[in-house]
């Protein structure tokens, strides 16, 4: 399937479907998400045996088959009944295997768990059945069409240009779409936005002008049972349309949005939706006419509503013009703040998007407290799988471990409910993809992408059997490379933690570009203050009774958790408490002793990892190798670069030295 020669293929090359050649497949029903499977297993060298079973039928048969229909070609019952949309049964009996399936895309989903099975040496003697835990699976794209002046065409991208946009227009080749929609339907994803939530005047168009891309992309897309979301820009009635105002309650602004949607949706039936940034970091929105974000995003639904389309409206919300001299305003209190009041006010196809962390996708947040307030309104959680925050795809870390903990979270305590079933909405995330030949800048990151889709099927999936899976479908069967990039990337990102900012505290980041350490570099800005250090202590008080009462905003378990210094997880401590540095972590270790030594020792693990690489050289293409062995040196050099600044930093304001007497400038 690989067309482009500078182009790498990620999971799933074409000698992971080797073992199907030859093999006899009945495929049966109309679903035209079934045409896609038989032309994958027509590529895979699969012999078509039509739609009948009967004692003709070879015994090593693949039968695809309506969960109906089990019944009828399987000799022992299987767990059919009640079968949610989207899901699937497998089964195996002798060399026989069946996939009863729920709909089109349960269907396609079956064929790649077979395929996954195969790769990871999985028998299903025992019947196994899959439904996804949440049923909007999506990647936001924040892709521009036209280059960005600052932020280039694919904002917070590392990986090149954009897949869908080249000089200012769609491309002309859209192969990698096609080969792109696939590897995401392999992992379950079931949709993509393919526009920046900063929506551009040129990106804007896409809903009023240039619906034609809309429509070649999603035409892409759809065999692939992923349907296409828009981001919008909430001022386009008064910037694209002829009207004075983009006020929601104005009956011309809703009759605008209404006809621009019925518009869309005559050439695009499976538009998804929207996805809006309104009132966040410059982007319009109801506040400028006085109204609220339920006034805004329930105009939009709408709209949206007789189409069966959604609006995702994003709750990252906060004053970026704050002034650092003003202690009282706390930018992670802000989206509770706003949105807290508006529970229950949002229409059904409304959800609401939400950061997994209070501020903005750092290495180690709490939980957002919207996810557990909100009670009355439908929540989608967005992660975010490029690496802004966490090395930008020149540090390899593995984020699956963040995202199985924020998923498992309880906020209601032990005996609640973990976040993977508070959340109502489904999962979003940001994609990491550009034209990069590697797709992702980093080889390695693309275990990140594959993960993604992994998790938001199931949260209880383990990170690092994930991590093998994606080797399996990637390398194929070679315990070196599975056993060198599980010692590189399981404990990736506790690694990375461990030397940049610490203890919770976030953003020691070069403003900007957000890369490389600059422990100041937002203190005195208008975008949020994160450390306080002076020369007696560190953090952030966030607690009801001292501090910003952020603490307050979580159900009580967690509220009492987070409010005492007794019972603060370390790695937030800082996150939560302003403290001295002579402060007893839970661990034993002062906190100024604790940044040393893990700062050191995260450094020092950062520096063995290329040569964990070098021993991998024989053993995965050349190419793939090379950009691999560049990345981990710059990830040896940028870890050390972390560890003297931050070290350097804190002894210079605390005066308190290091007591293994190490290197401090
Ligand atoms: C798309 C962060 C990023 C911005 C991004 C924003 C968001 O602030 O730095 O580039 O804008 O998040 O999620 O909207």
Redesign the pocket.
């Known amino acids: 399937m690989t067309a482009d020669p500078r182009e790498h293929p990620m999971w799933l090359p074409p000698h992971a479907l080797q073992f199907l050649r030859g093999r006899p497949v009945v495929i049966r029903g109309a679903d035209p998400l079934l045409e896609t499977i038989r032309s994958e297993a027509a590529d895979a060298g699969a012999v078509d045996r039509g739609e009948r079973v009967d004692a003709g039928t070879p015994a090593s048969t693949l039968l695809i088959v309506p969960a109906a229909d089990a019944e009828e070609v399987w000799p022992r019952p299987l767990p059919v009944a009640g079968l949610r949309a989207e899901g699937f049964v497998i089964a195996q009996d002798g060399d026989r295997t069946i996939i009863a399936y729920a709909d089109g895309r349960g269907a396609l989903y079956g064929w790649f768990q077979m395929i996954r099975d195969h790769a990871g040496g999985e028998r299903r003697s025992t019947p196994a059945r899959f439904e996804p835990q949440q049923a909007l699976r999506v990647l936001d794209h924040?892709d521009n069409i036209s280059a960005h002046p600052v932020?280039g065409q694919v904002?917070?991208g590392y990986a090149g240009g954009s897949i869908f946009y080249a000089d200012g227009s769609v491309r002309r080749d859209l192969g990698r779409v096609a080969r792109y929609a696939r590897l995401l339907a392999s992992i379950g994803v079931n949709a993509v936005t393919i526009n920046?939530?900063?929506v551009g005047r040129r990106e804007a168009q896409l809903l009023t002008d240039d619906l034609g891309t809309v429509e070649l992309l999603a035409g892409i897309f759809r065999p692939w049972g992923i349907r296409v979301h828009l981001s919008v820009n909430f001022a386009s009635p008064l910037d694209l349309g002829d009207l004075d105002t983009s006020d929601p309650l104005d009956e011309r602004v809703a009759q605008w949005w209404s006809a621009a949607t019925a518009q869309a949706f005559a050439r695009i039936p499976d538009l998804g939706g929207y996805l809006v940034?309104a009132d966040?970091?410059g982007?319009p929105g109801p506040h400028a006419y006085g109204r609220d974000h339920a006034d805004g995003a329930n105009m939009l639904a709408r709209a949206l509503e007789p189409h069966g389309g959604v609006v995702r409206w994003?709750a990252?919300v906060y004053n970026h013009r704050q002034d650092w001299r003003d202690r009282s305003t706390d930018r992670a209190r802000a989206a509770y703040d706003t949105f807290m009041p508006l529970d229950g006010r949002f229409d059904d196809n409304v959800l609401l998007q939400v950061?997994y962390g209070p501020i903005?996708?750092q290495t180690r947040e709490p939980l957002s407290p919207v996810i557990a307030a909100m009670k009355h309104t439908r929540i989608a959680l967005?992660l975010q799988v490029t690496q802004?925050y966490t090395g930008q795809q020149r540090h390899a870390v593995y984020l699956a471990p963040q995202w199985s903990e924020i998923l498992g979270g309880r906020p209601f305590g032990d005996g609640g409910p973990p976040v993977s079933e508070l959340v109502r909405g489904g999962i979003a995330a940001?994609s990491n993809v550009g034209d990069d030949a590697y797709w992702t800048g980093h080889p390695l990151a693309q275990s990140n992408l594959y993960a993604y889709g992994r998790l938001a099927w199931d949260a209880t999936l383990d990170a690092r059997a994930v991590l093998s899976e994606w080797m399996a479908l990637t390398f194929g069967d070679d315990e070196a490379v599975n056993d060198g990039i599980h010692s590189i990337l399981d404990d990736s990102w506790a690694t990375y933690e461990s030397y940049t900012a610490p203890l919770g505290v976030g953003f020691m980041v070069t403003p900007g570009s957000?890369y490389g350490p600059s422990v100041d570099g937002y203190e005195y800005s208008p975008w949020g203050t994160y450390h306080f250090a002076d020369r007696n202590g560190i953090g952030v008080d966030r607690t009801v009774a001292t501090g910003t009462g952020y603490t307050g905003q979580y159900p009580q378990e967690w509220a009492a958790m987070f409010e005492s210094l007794e019972s603060v997880p370390d790695e937030l401590l800082l996150f939560f408490h302003h403290v001295p540095y002579t402060h007893r972590l839970h661990n034993g270790a002062t906190v100024i002793q604790h940044i040393y030594d893990t700062h050191f020792r995260g450094a020092e693990q950062a520096a063995e990892l290329p040569a964990r690489w070098d021993a991998l050289r024989d053993h995965i293409d050349e190419d793939v190798w090379m950009r691999g062995a560049e990345r981990f040196a710059e990830q040896a050099r940028s870890a050390g670069e972390w560890r003297d600044q931050i070290n350097t930093y804190f002894w210079r304001a605390s005066g308190i030295p290091d007591e293994h007497g190490r290197t401090l400038y």
């Open positions: 924040w932020m904002e917070r920046n939530v900063n940034k966040s970091e982007q994003r990252f950061k903005d996708f967005e802004e940001v957000h």
